[in-house]
């Protein structure tokens, strides 16, 4: 086995997240939220309950929250809220959405030294490359592939393979950034080691979760990662 260099990503792909995980999306999303639930005459939400409603798309982002105001949609009603949701969402998809604290320098450090840098979000892929170009991020990712450029989305292993596939890396030397029991699970059915934040939007706890590696600050994901790459490269998969 060759020695690991340990400040090379040369050959190693990584995944990520965005909503929750990249960026702190919470706000704009709840803007669109409510700007639904105002249309429908309903109570708008407060900001510690739309964090729970984010990460199956905005029609269960919609559900949720008319259901939590004691309403439910027919489906003309829901397609016309949709609508609504992302017209608003899209005119106003970074008014408060930033990157988490230290993203941007650890994706620099991690691009610097070789890694092959993807999105994998079940957020829509027009709304993560807006959403992305808007933060000035697009630069410094290889691939964005979002729910709806695969066959089956987070969490059915097609999602992370195909962005693997797609950006030219191997499964084997590829690793995942996420903070839901979502991209957990993604992880798990394509066979990758997990990383998990802490700082997202998933209510069961880190323990419960049970990811490879737990931070809570992303000026620990290098070295939580380069830890990772070490122990694949020591112990490869299948052996």
């Not at 739309?50 to 029609?59: L, S």
């Not at 004691?70 to 959405?97: C, K, P, Q, T």
């Not at 840098?117 to 993560?128: A, E, F, G, I, P």
């Amino acid at each position: 086995m060759e020695p690991v260099d340990p400040v090379s990503f040369d050959g190693w792909t990584v995944l990520f997240d965005l909503d929750g995980t990249l960026v702190d999306t919470a706000p704009d999303l709840l803007g669109a939220l409510n700007h639904v639930l105002g249309g429908l005459r309903l109570e708008p939400v407060p900001l510690s309950a739309v964090a729970e409603m984010i990460g199956h798309g905005a029609r269960a982002m919609i559900e949720t929250g008319v259901r939590t105001r004691g309403a439910v949609l027919n489906a003309a009603d829901m397609d016309e809220a949709f609508e609504r949701f992302i017209a608003h969402y899209v005119a106003n998809i970074a008014v408060h959405s930033r990157p988490f604290e230290g993203a941007v320098a650890a994706l620099d450090i991690l691009r610097a030294q070789g890694a092959l840098l993807t999105v994998c979000t079940n957020k829509r892929q027009d709304l993560s490359e807006r959403l992305i170009s808007a933060l000035g991020l697009t630069s410094r990712f290889d691939l964005i592939v979002g729910a709806d450029q695969v066959p089956n989305r987070k969490p059915h292993a097609d999602h992370p393979l195909e962005t693997i596939r797609r950006a030219g890396g191997v499964p084997e030397q590829s690793l995942f950034v996420g903070d839901s029991r979502t991209d957990e699970r993604a992880a798990r059915n394509a066979g990758l080691p997990f990383v998990f934040v802490t700082f997202g939007y998933e209510a069961e706890s880190a323990e419960a979760i049970g990811a490879d590696v737990t931070i809570s600050h992303y000026d620990q994901l290098v070295p939580a990662l380069s830890g990772l790459r070490d122990q694949a490269v020591a112990s490869p998969r299948g052996r």
